[in-house]
């Protein structure tokens, strides 16, 4: 879906433009290029009871996808088609309703549905996946931990050197007679 059904324009000449048309319908309708079918019917029309050739008319079969889509799908077909020299032509659109469409006794909205929520499960599984992923690359490294444990324990050296160089320099400054409390805080 769309099906273009075209009347009153030989299939040669369909088939000159068909690769370039259905690339852009494809496009325009966010749909692979495969869902679309061009179909020449051949008809015989008559007027006054004489027979006479068929007007060229183009009707689409499709899934309404909006008139601004509608408005594109039907410029790029009378584009596509009147370059093939074709002085006038009639499209017109016939909307389906997917709950009134079936496909090998498959309501087509029911499948649509399924699809969607099959989607949005896939969605949420893979934004959920990639949200471990960032966390886990957030953690550090064992190599980082431990080198950062190194730093930390060197540094943690320096300090208690220094506190022991302090310490020794207040007592021989004090004679080592000093109150209570400071021997205390020395302690810590």
Excluded at 134 to 158: F, I, T, V
Excluded at 171 to 188: C, D, N, P, Y
Aim: aromatic content about 6%.
């Amino acid at each position: 879906m769309p099906h273009l059904l075209i009347r009153g324009i030989a299939p040669e000449r369909v088939r000159a433009v068909s690769r370039p048309l259905i690339a852009e319908l494809a496009a325009i309708c966010e749909c692979p290029p495969d869902h679309i079918m061009l179909e020449c019917l051949h008809t015989t029309a008559f007027f006054d009871g004489e027979e006479t050739p068929s007007y060229p008319f183009i009707e689409v079969a499709w899934f309404d996808r909006g008139p601004e889509t509608r408005e594109r799908f039907a410029e790029a077909v009378d584009r596509h088609v009147r370059g093939l020299g074709v002085p006038e032509l009639e499209i017109a659109f016939r909307v389906y309703r997917q709950e009134d469409y079936y496909i090998n006794g498959k309501n087509v909205r029911a499948e649509n549905e399924e699809r969607k929520q099959e989607k949005e499960w896939k969605q949420e599984r893979d934004q959920e996946r990639k949200r471990e992923k960032d966390s886990a690359g957030s953690y550090p490294s064992m190599e980082a931990l431990q080198s950062a444990l190194r730093e930390a324990e060197s540094e943690n050296r320096k300090l208690k050197e220094e506190l022991a160089k302090a310490r020794r320099a207040l007592l021989s400054a004090t004679g080592g007679r000093m109150s209570s409390k400071l021997r205390e805080a020395l302690r810590e």
